[in-house]
């Protein structure tokens, strides 16, 4: 095989091994350390509207602060399904809200931006719980239309068990356009692995085409 053949099987072969490790290993990673969900309800407008498909990084017990959103799911309630929610307090913490106020964690108010129309009551529910270790005092951003932990306050003060969550949501839209780039760079990568190794076969045949056979044996003369 000519210099030429040979070049164009080692850039097929180098092309195609990066091509598939860039179309099948970030698929793998993310689903390793990744998940989605669809949102379906409103009780997380404006943060999350109905309809938006949120990136779930996977967490385990211990890893969840407060202010993150995660998604849980607490056996009684919801009917079982998996829901978002805004951590307000972690385990140790006091959380109180007096009507048209805002949320208070041990004494200090809480500055929630993220809170639809700026209400961060929306109901006339008020309370005053201390969070127990281990668990999580979680409200929804649409104070006025969510079913949060204000209104199971009369089972462990309405918190949820941090094993209960099943990750944080990530600010994964550009995890998702960064997934799709890498898979089609790979792609890319994994056809043109195909063209060079048609055309180092190409090549290998037009050199064998034209390879000039031997001059013939002349035999002694007596």
């Known amino acids: 095989m000519g210099q030429a053949g040979r070049g164009l099987r080692i850039a097929a072969w180098a092309s195609g091994v990066v091509g598939a490790l860039l179309l099948v290993g970030p698929v793998v990673l993310f689903g390793f350390f990744y998940t989605t969900a669809q949102v379906t309800g409103s009780s997380m407008e404006p943060t999350y509207p ?10 385990g017990p211990g890893e969840i602060r407060r202010g993150e959103v995660v998604l849980y799911r607490a056996p009684d309630r919801y009917e079982g399904g998996a829901v978002l929610g805004r951590v307000i307090g972690t385990g140790g913490d006091r959380v109180a809200q007096l009507r048209d106020e805002p949320v208070t964690v041990n004494g ?16 006339a529910l008020a309370y005053d719980v201390a969070v127990p270790e281990g668990r999580l005092f979680i409200l929804g951003d ?11 306050l009369d089972d462990r ?11 944080r949501a990530s600010s994964g839209r550009g995890a998702l356009a960064g997934l799709g780039l890498t ?21 290998g045949q037009r050199e064998r085409r034209w390879v000039m056979p031997p001059p013939p044996l002349l035999a002694d003369r007596p």
């Open 50 to 59: 109905v309809g938006e498909r949120v990136v779930i990084e996977r967490t």
């Open 108 to 123: 200090t108010p809480l500055t929630e931006p993220y809170v639809k129309d700026g209400d961060p009551s929306g109901t």
């Open 183 to 203: 898979m089609l760079i790979g792609a890319l990568l994994t056809v043109t692995a195909l063209v060079s190794a048609l055309a180092a076969r190409s090549a």
């Open 157 to 167: 003060s309405g918190t949820v068990s941090d094993t209960s969550v099943l990750g």
């Open 142 to 152: 649409f104070r006025g239309n969510a079913r949060d932990s204000r209104y199971f």
